[in-house]
Every structure is written in structure tokens, then in C-alpha cells.
């Protein structure tokens, strides 16, 4: 039987997945853009890489897309790996702009 302290951690987490999964609903469906996001990003996503924010995007589910948004990423420097909430602006920025771009082409 798991004890409290293990509870309340499940319980987090949970609230977490919750919460990332209506995040993903919302860039889906166009509620939420990338931009915004990347302007504020909540706490829930502080541990989220951008290639996986990418990825809830429709049209970077696909391994090309991500590999062409990984080629320029490596053209001006910026690492995909990168959990959000470690990054700077600058690199939100980017990824929002080229994230943004690259969905609408898809």
C-alpha cells in the first residue's frame, strides 16, 4: 500500500499530465499558439523540451518535419533538447517563430 508522501506525488504527477494534456488539446485545436506559449510558459512545461512541444504540434508529429526544424535549430544554434524552463528568450522566440511557421506550411 502506498504510503501518503507516495499518494500526494501520484496525485501531482497526475495533475501535471492533466494539465500538459489539455495544453496539447489547445495547440491542436488552434486555441492556444505556439507564440503565447513560448511568451509565458507556464510552470507545468519548465520540464518539457521544445522537441516534444514541437511534436503536439499537427504538423511536426512527422520525423522529417522535426528533422527539418532540427536542421536549422543546428544552423543557428539552438538546442531542441533544451527543457523550457531552463531556456532564455531568445531561444522561445525562436522556436515559436519557426515552430509557428513550419506548422503553418504543414
Do not use: C, K, Y
Not at 491542436?28 to 512541444?53: I, K
Amino acid at each position: 500500500m502506498p504510503t501518503v508522501q507516495q499518494q500526494d506525488a501520484f496525485g501531482r504527477s497526475a495533475d501535471v499530465r492533466r494539465e500538459r494534456a489539455a495544453l496539447r488539446a489547445d495547440l491542436v485545436t488552434g486555441r492556444v499558439r505556439l507564440a503565447d506559449l513560448m511568451n509565458d510558459p507556464p510552470p507545468v512545461l519548465d520540464n518539457v523540451t521544445f522537441e516534444e512541444v514541437l511534436r503536439w504540434m499537427r504538423a511536426t508529429r512527422s520525423l522529417h518535419s522535426i528533422a527539418v526544424i532540427g536542421r536549422w535549430a543546428a544552423r543557428d544554434r539552438i538546442n531542441l533538447l533544451q527543457p523550457i524552463g531552463g531556456s532564455s528568450a531568445a531561444t522561445r522566440a525562436w522556436v515559436a517563430e519557426h515552430g509557428e511557421w513550419h506548422w503553418r506550411r504543414g
